[in-house]
């Protein structure tokens, strides 16, 4: 079986938020619509020991996600790889489904016609690794840091299952039961990890 | 908002590169019908397939609405943004025509150029200017790197800028924040530090790259000279130097010591705000984790009148820690002797002697004076020099200056090629006057500038996929890397090699001097010398990309010296003497600061430091780019909570930041970022979705939220040696924007000093301004023994050198040629190949006998004319032809070549055996007579058909 899953490294993430960009710009976004927001709590600490890292985020693919079973329409589906996805032309934009998820990650442009309104979250790439299964997800490709890295969990040797295996990770809002399959590895300060 | 499919036929992909910084990372183009329709990052690359905000944002800037696509000729009245569309090579010729025309009126120096930072092939540039007859090309190179490599060059002979991390234990980034400027650095420096690398980063900020570190020093913004003397200090006094490095290969540490001993970190704490102890950690550090690296960082040069008294200083440092050119320290690439040089692009020989000496700055280290003496010095040690672009400009606010006041003379025309002065200079009110009203500007650009707003011919510039891309690093290293074209330029948009080149053939310069057409000959062209197996530049792109020159660290061991006029790692430099500078770094504090203007801080309370990078932008670009603007859409200033709620002010008001300069307004971002004494702001500013002819006091609103407005350039407040103008370490005040007092008018930003925020412009000519430090009288000793002719004598290190040439003299008689090492004729010119004995004239391939006889060569064979014996042995039946030198068949014209033992056909080339002279037929393996056509195997049994 395959098991997509993101692993994302706190330690190397410096907050440039190219991954954003990049998302943006390639899967031709519209202005209002953010798949992976870079989010920060600034500066936290007393001058001059303060300490700052960033939370990069996107649709958690969850593996029971809450998104699915509330489509009226059946628009809402996950893959058997994890991917959870929309089928746009299938999605009334009733947003029940907005309403469901948890991380606040699906969305809904203002910037198009009433009429052609659908539902929008990342896909972890999903047209691009149809085309080429090999294929990264934008995000992971453009980051310098390499701060984002994605893969199969199930593959004990794939990056993603040395990282989770090797690091002290957490996963966000882990109680609600959704089973969020992006993994976090905090970032402690300096060399001192 | 289908995937675009890469693999579907038609589509072509292409290596190329970025040129939105200058990391200059890898973009793999994809291209169909002559369009780009897809962009990644390379994996291959250096960047490993990481493209940054605005390396993504390619194909949003190759086609934006905004650009400029047409020439654009003014009609209107200047700033009126009325224009008219003309053909580009009319523009040409019609802008070519009024330089001829000002050339003639008032000398080529009226005619000025300012240039932008990685955009741009600047040799091109400066060969046109030098076949102009100008010297008053400049960039921002002052801001940049240009003074601390001029005083590395002093002390070692060039930049160790290229750190070799790998191997290092250590590593400052002292006022560099690679986390929000140069990502593909960042990457490295990250990987390395989880393999137990110690980072160690200065900056008043706690920056992206900062909140990573093991050890962050928040010094006081502007005092990193009086940090870097005091970690001198500690290193010297503590004993921690390199002993056995400093006692081979330097000179001058006795006058060192002695200069040294104040600077201690009980001097310089009260000066940085740090501890003495945080200093004396610091630089033990640093000394006793050898081998290290300290990355250059581009505030050493903003600082203003301390800028090249610091970078000296650390120069200094990495000197008596034995860090220079060795495994794991900073190595030091020298000029590329394997390839063309950006020098040897620029036609320098070209501007006569009386030009250069009009050149308009007053701080020798980085115009002629120091330059002549850095560039001699390079050519006799490494034999290739640095290019005059970057090393040796004019000043540029004293080029704007000079437009406004005349003074030294009137600068009539100015040709901004890739950059925005007005935000990107500092004193921006005195530079958006300069731009109004020099009488003729022409600017070559992306977007619709302020500075272009006032222009009278915009020509539209080609952006990064439109042309292929080329990095050399200024010229100054020995390797390069290339990127291709994707697609040739859009609509009338025109690299800037082909603006200058058909410029300079419009002014009526020789076609000669302008050989190639198109960018892909010209860089053909520069690497042709590696003999790579390769036929055009695509080529080159394609197959090898980047060339290194086998690494070569301690090349100062193979070299028997360092690069010095001395040979020696000059702690107190000779170079800096003879400028009338002192030769050890001396300490000066920045122009305003709490320990030398205490009167200032009633009035200005806070410490204001400036022009830091951040994502998504770079320097005053990209503002346009809607699908990046959102990230960051209004500037924010950084302030501690302590002082914002001293001041009444919450996260995201608006304020004015005051200097004694003026006032600008900008957004309160609240946080522990910065010291509560400090205030930082972000650089460049400008709202290019304002109507910019609305309001000509602030077109753009270029002056409204431009750090630049607050800065100062007047002659006193910059470096007296490199001439960087003061950024960092100024006095402000902050306060609430209040209704009654929120628009910005033309009386907020003033002219720098002389004048002041009452009595506003220059009251003061430049060239009445003292400098800040008077020169030191320096008088250069005689030569000690007789200098032959053609000669000079180096009082450095005793010897003498060619004139023109700059070859060593050696005892034995010979010249010696840096770049190989190799002996050179002294008379002739000519190298000596010790294989052969023979001299060798490099220009045109011939050799000569020791006796400066010219040797024949007939088939590649030697000749040993009038030879009564033949120095090798000759076959029992061939004859020795004493006349020609050759051993010869007695009825044929065959030569004999002991080498190989065959004998050749002079005139075909052909091979013959030496015993009856059939001719070697290589297809079959045969030798074949000629006269009968008879053939013969290789041990002469006729061959039977």
């Not at chain 2, 490993?48 to 934006?64: F, K, V, W, Y």
């Not at chain 2, 022409?442 to 222009?455: C, G, N």
């Given at each position: 079986?395959?098991?997509?899953?993101?692993?994302?490294?706190?330690?190397?993430?410096?907050?440039?938020?190219?991954?954003?960009?990049?998302?943006?710009?390639?899967?031709?976004?519209?202005?209002?619509?953010?798949?992976?927001?870079?989010?920060?709590?600034?500066?936290?600490?007393?001058?001059?020991?303060?300490?700052?890292?960033?939370?990069?985020?996107?649709?958690?693919?969850?593996?029971?996600?809450?998104?699915?079973?509330?489509?009226?329409?059946?628009?809402?589906?996950?893959?058997?790889?994890?991917?959870?996805?929309?089928?746009?032309?299938?999605?009334?934009?009733?947003?029940?489904?907005?309403?469901?998820?948890?991380?606040?990650?699906?969305?809904?442009?203002?910037?198009?016609?009433?009429?052609?309104?659908?539902?929008?979250?990342?896909?972890?790439?999903?047209?691009?690794?149809?085309?080429?299964?090999?294929?990264?997800?934008?995000?992971?490709?453009?980051?310098?840091?390499?701060?984002?890295?994605?893969?199969?969990?199930?593959?004990?040797?794939?990056?993603?299952?040395?990282?989770?295996?090797?690091?002290?990770?957490?996963?966000?809002?882990?109680?609600?039961?959704?089973?969020?399959?992006?993994?976090?590895?905090?970032?402690?300060?300096?060399?001192?990890? | 908002?289908?995937?675009?499919?890469?693999?579907?036929?038609?589509?072509?992909?292409?290596?190329?590169?970025?040129?939105?910084?200058?990391?200059?990372?890898?973009?793999?183009?994809?291209?169909?019908?002559?369009?780009?329709?897809?962009?990644?990052?390379?994996?291959?690359?250096?960047?490993?397939?990481?493209?940054?905000?605005?390396?993504?944002?390619?194909?949003?800037?190759?086609?934006?609405?905004?650009?400029?696509?047409?020439?654009?000729?003014?009609?209107?009245?200047?700033?009126?943004?009325?224009?008219?569309?003309?053909?580009?090579?009319?523009?040409?010729?019609?802008?070519?025509?009024?330089?001829?025309?000002?050339?003639?009126?008032?000398?080529?120096?009226?005619?000025?150029?300012?240039?932008?930072?990685?955009?741009?092939?600047?040799?091109?540039?400066?060969?046109?200017?030098?076949?102009?007859?100008?010297?008053?090309?400049?960039?921002?190179?002052?801001?940049?790197?240009?003074?601390?490599?001029?005083?590395?060059?002093?002390?070692?002979?060039?930049?160790?800028?290229?750190?070799?991390?790998?191997?290092?234990?250590?590593?400052?980034?002292?006022?560099?924040?690679?986390?929000?400027?140069?990502?593909?650095?960042?990457?490295?420096?990250?990987?390395?530090?989880?393999?137990?690398?110690?980072?160690?980063?200065?900056?008043?900020?706690?920056?992206?790259?900062?909140?990573?570190?093991?050890?962050?020093?928040?010094?006081?913004?502007?005092?990193?000279?009086?940090?870097?003397?005091?970690?001198?200090?500690?290193?010297?006094?503590?004993?921690?130097?390199?002993?056995?490095?400093?006692?081979?290969?330097?000179?001058?540490?006795?006058?060192?010591?002695?200069?040294?001993?104040?600077?201690?970190?009980?001097?310089?704490?009260?000066?940085?705000?740090?501890?003495?102890?945080?200093?004396?950690?610091?630089?033990?550090?640093?000394?006793?984790?050898?081998?290290?690296?300290?990355?250059?960082?581009?505030?050493?040069?903003?600082?203003?009148?301390?800028?090249?008294?610091?970078?000296?200083?650390?120069?200094?440092?990495?000197?008596?820690?034995?860090?220079?050119?060795?495994?794991?320290?900073?190595?030091?690439?020298?000029?590329?002797?394997?390839?063309?040089?950006?020098?040897?692009?620029?036609?320098?020989?070209?501007?006569?002697?009386?030009?250069?000496?009009?050149?308009?700055?007053?701080?020798?280290?980085?115009?002629?004076?120091?330059?002549?003496?850095?560039?001699?010095t390079a050519r006799r040690q490494w034999g290739k020099t640095l290019p005059t672009e970057w090393f040796c400009e004019a000043h540029g606010p004293s080029v704007f200056k000079a437009i406004l006041t005349g003074d030294p003379y009137q600068v009539r025309a100015l040709i901004c090629n890739a950059t925005n002065p007005v935000n990107s200079y500092g004193d921006a009110k005195m530079t958006l006057e300069a731009l109004k009203k020099v009488e003729f500007l022409v600017t070559v650009e992306y977007w619709m500038t302020p500075t272009a707003l006032f222009s009278d011919y915009v020509f539209p510039a080609a952006g990064a996929l439109e042309r292929p891309t080329i990095v050399t690093h200024y010229g100054a290293t020995d390797s390069l890397m290339g990127g291709s074209r994707a697609i040739q330029p859009k609509y009338d948009r025109h690299t800037d090699m082909t603006f200058w080149r058909k410029l300079g053939l419009a002014c009526?310069?020789?076609?000669?001097?302008?050989?190639?057409?198109?960018?892909?000959?010209?860089?053909?062209?520069?690497?042709?010398?590696?003999?790579?197996?390769?036929?055009?530049?695509?080529?080159?792109?394609?197959?090898?990309?980047?060339?290194?020159?086998?690494?070569?660290?301690?090349?100062?061991?193979?070299?028997?010296?360092?690069?010095?006029?001395?040979?020696?790692?000059?702690?107190?430099?000779?170079?800096?003497?003879?400028?009338?500078?002192?030769?050890?770094?001396?300490?000066?504090?920045?122009?305003?600061?709490?320990?030398?203007?205490?009167?200032?801080?009633?009035?200005?309370?806070?410490?204001?430091?400036?022009?830091?990078?951040?994502?998504?932008?770079?320097?005053?670009?990209?503002?346009?780019?809607?699908?990046?603007?959102?990230?960051?859409?209004?500037?924010?200033?950084?302030?501690?909570?302590?002082?914002?709620?001293?001041?009444?002010?919450?996260?995201?008001?608006?304020?004015?930041?005051?200097?004694?300069?003026?006032?600008?307004?900008?957004?309160?971002?609240?946080?522990?970022?910065?010291?509560?004494?400090?205030?930082?702001?972000?650089?460049?500013?400008?709202?290019?979705?304002?109507?910019?002819?609305?309001?000509?006091?602030?077109?753009?609103?270029?002056?409204?939220?431009?750090?630049?407005?607050?800065?100062?350039?007047?002659?006193?407040?910059?470096?007296?040696?490199?001439?960087?103008?003061?950024?960092?370490?100024?006095?402000?005040?902050?306060?609430?924007?209040?209704?009654?007092?929120?628009?910005?008018?033309?009386?907020?930003?003033?002219?720098?000093?002389?004048?002041?925020?009452?009595?506003?412009?220059?009251?003061?000519?430049?060239?009445?301004?003292?400098?800040?430090?008077?020169?030191?009288?320096?008088?250069?000793?005689?030569?000690?023994?007789?200098?032959?002719?053609?000669?000079?004598?180096?009082?450095?290190?005793?010897?003498?050198?060619?004139?023109?040439?700059?070859?060593?003299?050696?005892?034995?008689?010979?010249?010696?040629?840096?770049?190989?090492?190799?002996?050179?004729?002294?008379?002739?010119?000519?190298?000596?190949?010790?294989?052969?004995?023979?001299?060798?004239?490099?220009?045109?391939?011939?050799?000569?006998?020791?006796?400066?006889?010219?040797?024949?060569?007939?088939?590649?064979?030697?000749?040993?004319?009038?030879?009564?014996?033949?120095?090798?042995?000759?076959?029992?039946?061939?004859?020795?032809?004493?006349?020609?030198?050759?051993?010869?068949?007695?009825?044929?014209?065959?030569?004999?070549?002991?080498?190989?033992?065959?004998?050749?056909?002079?005139?075909?080339?052909?091979?013959?055996?030496?015993?009856?002279?059939?001719?070697?037929?290589?297809?079959?393996?045969?030798?074949?007579?000629?006269?009968?056509?008879?053939?013969?195997?290789?041990?002469?049994?006729?061959?039977?058909?």
């Amino acid at each position: 079986m395959t098991r997509y899953v993101m692993v994302i490294d706190q330690r190397r993430c410096i907050g440039c938020r190219s991954c954003t960009v990049a998302c943006r710009t390639w899967n031709d976004l519209p202005l209002d619509i953010v798949y992976n927001p870079v989010l920060t709590e600034g500066v936290q600490g007393e001058w001059p020991n303060v300490r700052r890292n960033w939370l990069p985020t996107l649709c958690m693919h969850c593996e029971k996600p809450a998104c699915v079973p509330c489509c009226p329409t059946g628009a809402s589906r996950k893959d058997d790889d994890g991917t959870v996805w929309i089928k746009y032309d299938q999605c009334m934009a009733c947003k029940a489904c907005v309403n469901a998820c948890p991380y606040g990650m699906r969305q809904q442009s203002h910037l198009r016609p009433r009429l052609h309104q659908y539902i929008q979250k990342c896909t972890f790439c999903r047209d691009k690794r149809q085309m080429d299964p090999s294929a990264q997800p934008y995000c992971v490709l453009t980051c310098h840091q390499k701060a984002r890295v994605f893969g199969d969990l199930d593959d004990p040797n794939s990056e993603v299952s040395k990282l989770i295996n090797g690091a002290e990770t957490f996963r966000l809002m882990e109680d609600l039961g959704t089973g969020p399959q992006i993994y976090f590895i905090p970032d402690l300060g300096g060399t001192a990890q | 908002m289908a995937e675009i499919d890469i693999h579907a036929p038609g589509v072509e992909m292409v290596k190329s590169l970025c040129y939105f910084c200058h990391a200059n990372c890898g973009v793999l183009a994809y291209v169909k019908d002559g369009d780009v329709i897809k962009i990644e990052g390379d994996p291959d690359y250096s960047n490993q397939g990481g493209l940054c905000c605005r390396g993504t944002s390619a194909l949003l800037h190759l086609n934006h609405p905004a650009r400029v696509n047409h020439v654009l000729k003014r009609v209107g009245e200047k700033g009126e943004g009325k224009w008219e569309q003309i053909p580009y090579d009319q523009a040409i010729q019609e802008v070519a025509d009024k330089l001829n025309q000002i050339k003639a009126e008032s000398g080529a120096e009226a005619v000025a150029s300012a240039g932008g930072t990685t955009r741009t092939d600047d040799w091109a540039r400066r060969r046109f200017l030098n076949q102009f007859g100008t010297p008053n090309g400049f960039h921002n190179a002052l801001l940049c790197w240009i003074p601390t490599f001029m005083a590395e060059t002093c002390v070692s002979g060039w930049s160790p800028f290229e750190t070799d991390l790998g191997a290092a234990r250590c590593l400052i980034l002292w006022g560099m924040n690679p986390g929000a400027s140069t990502l593909p650095g960042m990457h490295g420096y990250t990987d390395l530090q989880m393999n137990g690398m110690k980072i160690i980063v200065v900056d008043p900020r706690y920056s992206e790259t900062a909140s990573k570190a093991d050890l962050w020093l928040p010094l006081r913004p502007g005092s990193d000279a009086a940090l870097a003397l005091a970690m001198l200090h500690v290193i010297l006094y503590e004993g921690l130097g390199n002993g056995e490095f400093i006692g081979q290969w330097c000179s001058g540490f006795e006058e060192l010591m002695g200069h040294m001993v104040d600077y201690s970190p009980e001097w310089a704490a009260p000066i940085t705000w740090l501890e003495p102890e945080q200093i004396r950690t610091a630089a033990r550090m640093y000394a006793t984790n050898t081998p290290g690296c300290i990355q250059w960082g581009c505030t050493w040069d903003q600082i203003g009148r301390a800028s090249t008294t610091g970078s000296h200083a650390i120069a200094l440092l990495r000197a008596v820690t034995g860090n220079l050119d060795v495994p794991g320290g900073d190595g030091m690439p020298g000029p590329a002797i394997n390839f063309v040089t950006d020098e040897e692009m620029e036609l320098n020989e070209l501007l006569p002697e009386e030009q250069k000496a009009k050149q308009i700055s007053r701080f020798k280290l980085t115009s002629w004076p120091g330059y002549s003496i850095i560039s001699q010095t390079a050519r006799r040690q490494w034999g290739k020099t640095l290019p005059t672009e970057w090393f040796c400009e004019a000043h540029g606010p004293s080029v704007f200056k000079a437009i406004l006041t005349g003074d030294p003379y009137q600068v009539r025309a100015l040709i901004c090629n890739a950059t925005n002065p007005v935000n990107s200079y500092g004193d921006a009110k005195m530079t958006l006057e300069a731009l109004k009203k020099v009488e003729f500007l022409v600017t070559v650009e992306y977007w619709m500038t302020p500075t272009a707003l006032f222009s009278d011919y915009v020509f539209p510039a080609a952006g990064a996929l439109e042309r292929p891309t080329i990095v050399t690093h200024y010229g100054a290293t020995d390797s390069l890397m290339g990127g291709s074209r994707a697609i040739q330029p859009k609509y009338d948009r025109h690299t800037d090699m082909t603006f200058w080149r058909k410029l300079g053939l419009a002014c009526g310069q020789d076609p000669a001097n302008w050989p190639w057409e198109t960018e892909e000959e010209a860089y053909y062209h520069i690497m042709e010398p590696l003999g790579l197996p390769i036929s055009n530049y695509d080529e080159f792109v394609s197959n090898v990309r980047m060339y290194y020159p086998p690494l070569h660290q301690k090349k100062f061991e193979a070299h028997g010296g360092f690069w010095t006029p001395s040979g020696k790692v000059e702690l107190n430099s000779t170079i800096m003497q003879e400028l009338g500078f002192p030769g050890m770094p001396t300490y000066i504090g920045t122009i305003e600061n709490p320990i030398d203007t205490p009167e200032l801080l009633d009035e200005y309370p806070m410490v204001l430091t400036t022009g830091g990078g951040f994502m998504p932008y770079h320097h005053s670009e990209h503002f346009q780019m809607q699908a990046i603007r959102y990230l960051y859409p209004d500037p924010y200033f950084s302030i501690h909570p302590d002082a914002a709620e001293k001041y009444h002010i919450s996260q995201g008001d608006w304020c004015w930041i005051e200097t004694r300069r003026g006032r600008i307004k900008m957004r309160a971002d609240v946080q522990q970022e910065v010291d509560p004494r400090v205030i930082f702001c972000p650089r460049g500013w400008w709202f290019p979705e304002r109507d910019g002819s609305a309001d000509l006091d602030n077109p753009f609103g270029c002056l409204e939220s431009n750090v630049n407005t607050l800065t100062s350039v007047d002659a006193e407040h910059c470096d007296p040696m490199g001439g960087s103008w003061a950024n960092r370490g100024l006095l402000c005040k902050v306060y609430r924007v209040h209704d009654a007092d929120n628009e910005f008018t033309a009386k907020d930003a003033q002219f720098s000093m002389p004048g002041s925020s009452n009595v506003p412009g220059i009251t003061v000519m430049p060239s009445d301004q003292p400098l800040a430090r008077e020169p030191i009288p320096f008088e250069k000793p005689q030569p000690t023994r007789e200098v032959p002719e053609g000669f000079e004598w180096c009082w450095q290190n005793d010897a003498l050198y060619q004139k023109g040439t700059e070859f060593r003299l050696d005892e034995s008689g010979w010249l010696i040629d840096p770049k190989d090492q190799s002996y050179v004729d002294a008379h002739t010119g000519w190298v000596y190949v010790a294989a052969e004995e023979v001299l060798l004239d490099k220009e045109t391939g011939k050799k000569y006998t020791m006796e400066r006889v010219e040797i024949p060569y007939l088939a590649g064979v030697r000749g040993y004319p009038g030879m009564e014996q033949a120095p090798f042995e000759v076959p029992e039946h061939l004859r020795w032809n004493v006349e020609a030198g050759y051993a010869m068949l007695p009825d044929r014209q065959l030569v004999y070549d002991p080498n190989s033992g065959w004998m050749l056909d002079p005139d075909t080339g052909a091979y013959h055996d030496a015993y009856y002279g059939y001719k070697y037929d290589a297809a079959t393996n045969t030798l074949l007579d000629e006269n009968t056509g008879k053939r013969f195997t290789m041990d002469y049994q006729p061959v039977v058909e």
